[in-house]
């Protein structure tokens, strides 16, 4: 039933920027924590970004602070990455994933957005 959809990945200039979006069905949204990550051509799985119940906090990777912004919308149960300044190293194919409340492991996760950074 829980199912998590992300959108909005394509092919963008560095320097340019992106807004990822997921949607979330099949669970009360606004009782998990939400996650980015992403995974590079070739390379293991890096996380991104996580935010709390409502928004009010927000952690980030070091490689991706200052340019991306993770938040949510509790009410249109959507998770979204807005991706500025971005670089060639920021190419991946982009997942949200559900935050298991007592593990803190990602229980449920998307298929995936592919975003190309490349001139």
């Known amino acids: 039933q829980v199912q998590l959809v992300e959108s909005g990945g394509g092919l963008v200039q560095p320097g340019g920027s992106l807004r990822l979006s997921c949607a979330a069905s099949?669970?009360?949204?606004?009782?998990?924590?939400m996650s980015w990550v992403r995974q590079a051509p070739g390379k293991g799985l890096e996380w991104v970004s996580q935010?709390?119940?409502?928004?009010?906090?927000?952690y980030y990777a070091d490689s991706v602070k200052g340019r991306l912004t993770i938040s949510r919308d509790n009410a249109k149960n959507t998770l979204y990455l807005q991706m500025n300044s971005l670089n060639p190293e920021d190419t991946g194919l982009y997942y949200c994933?559900?935050?298991?409340?007592?593990?803190?492991?990602?229980?449920?996760w998307g298929k995936g957005t592919l975003v190309t950074v490349s001139s």
């Open positions: 099949g669970f009360t949204f606004s009782n998990y924590y």
């Open positions: 994933a559900r935050v298991e409340g007592l593990s803190y492991g990602m229980d449920y």
């Open positions: 935010i709390t119940y409502r928004g009010g906090t927000t």
